[in-house]
């Protein structure tokens, strides 16, 4: 996804031959070079999410939902395999279930979000805090019992003002 004043468009992303993070960032600079915020939506094996965001094509900033993506694939070590701080605590996720579902709370399924206990949550949690998703709400989004990561891509996009986009892109 990548943002400038006139809107959000969004593009599929081949990471296969990324050879480092490095190169990464560059494949999501090459979406649009003139992007005031770029983020790469990383979705592996039904379990696992990793976040990336450039702002203006700089400062890197990753999220992982789990830290054992790193050691379950390359790309899993390729993404979050270097991240050392962990985001916050599974356990601090303290928002009311209605602010965690979504915007208006009128998500019947959404009531009461079961937290994984064996997730580890790595990196910047709070990557997308000015875009309206807090760290703590995107933590409880990923850890609701019964999200897949293709799931909680959607509904932070939903939020952030790009789901449309997303949507336009899973259907092509």
Known sequence: MAR?????TAAEVDLSGAADIDEVADLLRDVDQDAEVSLLFVESDDVYLAIM????????????????????????ALLVGDIKAPALEIDDVV???????????????????VVDPDADPVGDADLLADLG?????????CSHEGMLPA??????????????????????
């Open 4 to 8: 400038r004043a006139s809107g959000w």
């Open 53 to 76: 965001r450039l702002d203006e094509g700089e400062d890197l900033r990753i999220f992982g939902s789990d830290s054992a993506f790193a050691e379950e694939s390359r790309l899993g």
């Open 95 to 113: 928002e009311p279930a209605a602010r965690v579902a979504g915007s208006s709370g009128d998500d019947d399924d959404d009531n009461d979000p």
């Open 133 to 141: 998703i807090s760290a703590h709400r995107l933590l409880a989004i």
């Open 151 to 172: 799931d909680v891509t959607t509904k932070v996009c939903q939020v952030i003002g790009c789901g449309n986009e997303v949507e336009e892109l899973r259907e092509a």
